[in-house]
């Protein structure tokens, strides 16, 4: 009778534990989604991103007492984890900013991590089998525990880093005596945030995804003569919008920028051009493919934005394609935007217009898939592996040739292909 009524106590402290710890992941939920939302997003943009998670934490309080022992202690450790990794953002956010109310909300996430981890860990050790064919059943576990945390964890995981990047304070940096601050609105009314250094042979080219990711690269434009749109996309250190690491409809930053471009008297005959890094590159390029106004684009770096492109591997890539499904959801959800297309479907889209497509020998996040991507696209197209360097490193690895080829790129496509500069 005591062990049944002990039992009931430690199971009733457990549902109570975790029932707190999910309402405070709860409570920063509704901060960060609906009460404080990013610059420039009303809360109706971020329906599923806010709906989605409560409806989740809910279901999985209600249901708690009656899940068995070791689904208790994986959903426990789960939620913790992640709540773990959303205090890690927040204090980041802190560090750097502190703006939004969601910043401080989210230092609630750190105890209530905690407290699930420790859950977790707690119910395994007070419901372990010392009988029977105890480790094979513990090797079993943990077989199932990595590929668990692999095939879900993880790509969630990622997910919630990839829509709550931690923004960036950006001083006013060196790229000539002429550069200034410039506020781009997009056609779905949010202010971006941009610097702009004037054209001397009548051609510009946007660098993006930010504004002080690579300096050097628009420097060495500015000093050709070229006009400079340096833009930090939305979601990103000085720009409204929500942030999404993979760029998912990020194309209407670059359609803004092109189209303040075309008022600028410094810019003739609409010669535009746009050099991305990373998913930087991923968005030029499906920007090209819609905007027939940007003329010529140079990709460094890019690679897989969601399942459509880790399907891009065949058979080796099969192992994968469980965690890419999850990671697209997420994001899809955290963000509250559909995927795009594959990127072997957009560079098929771009001609006649040139791109140039760049990757490094070292690369990350499916650099490889450049090669997938040159063989989709049609003619002007010219493709680049610069086998000493690391992911969007070209320059440094190969200043010299990295600038006569960017350069001789840009100067066929927007001045010899157009009439000239100035």
């Not at 781009?184 to 945030?193: E, F, K, Q």
Request: include cysteine.
């Amino acid at each position: 009778m005591r062990a049944r009524e002990q039992a009931h106590r430690v199971a009733g402290r457990e549902r109570r534990l975790f029932t707190a710890a999910a309402a405070f992941v709860a409570v920063h939920t509704l901060v960060d989604t609906f009460v404080a939302p990013q610059p420039g997003t009303p809360w109706t943009d971020h329906l599923a991103a806010g709906l989605v998670p409560l409806a989740v934490l809910g279901t999985a309080a209600t249901l708690y007492p009656k899940m068995p022992a070791g689904v208790r202690a994986t959903v426990a450790a789960v939620v913790g984890v992640l709540a773990l990794e959303g205090a890690a953002l927040a204090v980041a956010d802190l560090a750097r900013t502190a703006e939004r109310a969601s910043d401080w909300t989210g230092l609630l996430l750190a105890p209530a991590g905690l407290t699930l981890c420790g859950l977790a860990g707690a119910t395994l050790w007070r419901t372990r089998s010392a009988h029977g064919h105890r480790y094979l059943r513990r090797t079993l576990l943990s077989v199932a525990a990595v590929v668990g945390a692999y095939w879900f964890v993880l790509p969630i995981g990622i997910a919630l880093v990839a829509t709550h990047r931690p923004r960036a304070e950006n001083k006013l940096a060196e790229l000539g005596t002429r550069v200034r601050t410039v506020t781009i609105r997009t056609s779905d009314g949010l202010n971006l945030a941009g610097w702009y250094v004037p054209s001397h042979n009548g051609a510009a080219v946007i660098s993006f995804p930010t504004r002080i990711g690579k300096l050097p690269q628009a420097r060495m434009l500015a000093r050709h003569g070229y006009g400079v749109l340096a833009l930090d996309m939305r979601g990103y250190d000085g720009s409204d919008g929500s942030p999404n690491a993979f760029g998912w409809g990020a194309t209407k930053d670059i359609d803004a920028a092109i189209a303040w471009l075309q008022q600028q008297p410094d810019v003739r005959r609409g010669r535009i051009g746009g050099i991305g890094f990373s998913v930087g590159g991923e968005q030029m390029l499906e920007a090209a493919a819609e905007n027939p106004a940007l003329l010529a684009v140079v990709s460094e770096g890019a690679g897989e934005r969601s399942i459509r492109e880790t399907t891009l591997y065949g058979p080796r890539g099969w192992i994968s394609l469980p965690t890419a499904a999850v990671q697209t959801a997420s994001i899809a959800i955290l963000s509250d935007t559909r995927a795009p297309p594959s990127l072997a479907g957009v560079v098929a889209r771009i001609a006649p217009r040139p791109i140039f497509l760049i990757y490094a020998g070292h690369g990350a996040g499916g650099e490889e898939l450049n090669s997938n991507y040159y063989n989709a696209a049609h003619q002007p197209k010219t493709l680049w592996r610069i086998a000493a360097a690391h992911h969007v490193g070209g320059l440094a690895a190969a200043p010299t040739q990295y600038e006569h080829r960017v350069i001789s790129f840009f100067d066929q496509a927007l001045l010899t292909a157009r009439g000239g500069g100035s």
